[in-house]
């Protein structure tokens, strides 16, 4: 609808039904929208397509395999494993969002105080960050080429701020030898290759989910003796029998304020 192509992750029962094996090892695929999709659609009155074909591309990852799905079919254009090449470097946009916020602007909140204020002042930021980001991968297409991210950002901003003022009035000649000049300078400091970065994902514990141990806890250590400690020699006026220890709990509850007792708390859980 926006004209915008996906590269997204799949899970192993949302690879559709195969329809084309393709040359570099990846396959088209078709996916039907289910009912409640529809349903939802057609209240909101959106109209969808009856399929949908898109590109499966597998992958090893640690020891498992991962697939990939992308709207971009064309094999020769688009080859798979620059696509998963792609795909492991999706984690940079939070260096994006640095750039922009910390290099670009204060590091703070936007300053406007109106809806179309804070829509300009964004637009700037993201005109700004793509002009240096344009200069950044010109510089580095320079022989010999190399990757746009070893370019420092902050040195880019650095040479453009210092520059613009110089070529106000220019003529075209000196602006594009200044333009030559400035982006050998952005290249005569070179940050070392970045490292691939991986994080596992995680099943995320629900808010207000109990502690399992605490529930173990409980189980674990009813009122009584517990048969691995009876031998244990213990101080004077100490005793494990289940008469003593009910003592003891009836003591701290006549000292303790009432909230501090039920499920969870410290007495539920001692020996």
């Known amino acids: 609808m926006a004209g915008a192509d996906l590269l997204v992750r799949l899970q192993s029962n949302h690879l559709g039904t195969a329809q084309e094996a393709l040359p570099d090892g990846s396959y088209l695929s078709m996916a ?29 990852k640690d020891d498992k395999i991962a697939y990939l799905g992308t709207t971009l079919l064309d094999p020769d254009q688009y080859p798979a494993a620059e696509l998963v090449a792609l795909y492991r470097e999706r984690w940079e946009i939070e260096l994006a969002f640095d750039e922009i916020k910390n290099h670009l602007g204060s590091g703070g909140p936007i300053r406007s105080r109106t809806p179309e204020g804070v829509r300009q002042e964004l637009w700037a930021y993201l005109a700004v960050h793509q002009a240096i980001r344009q200069f950044a991968h010109t510089a580095a297409l320079a022989r010999p080429a190399l990757d746009a ?29 200044s333009y030559t000049e400035a982006g050998r300078e952005a290249r005569s400091r070179i940050l070392p290759a970045r490292r691939s970065r991986d994080c596992p994902r995680a099943i995320k514990k629900p808010a207000g989910a109990e502690d ?17 400690r009876e031998a244990e020699e213990l101080p004077p006026g100490r005793t494990t029998s289940t008469e003593g220890i009910a003592s003891r709990v009836t003591t701290l509850r006549t000292r303790s304020s009432p909230r501090r007792w039920g499920p969870g708390s410290w007495v539920w859980g001692c020996r």
């Open 149 to 177: 991210d070893r370019v420092s950002y902050l040195r880019c901003v650095r040479i453009i701020r210092r520059s613009i003022p110089s070529q106000l009035g220019s003529s075209t000649t000196r602006l594009t030898r």
């Open 212 to 228: 399992p141990r605490q529930t173990r806890h409980r189980a674990a250590w009813p009122l009584g003796p517990q048969p691995d």
């Open 32 to 60: 039907r929208s289910g009912k409640e999709v529809r349903l939802r659609a057609a209240r909101e009155g959106r109209t969808l397509p009856r399929h949908v074909i898109y590109r499966v591309i597998t992958f090893a």
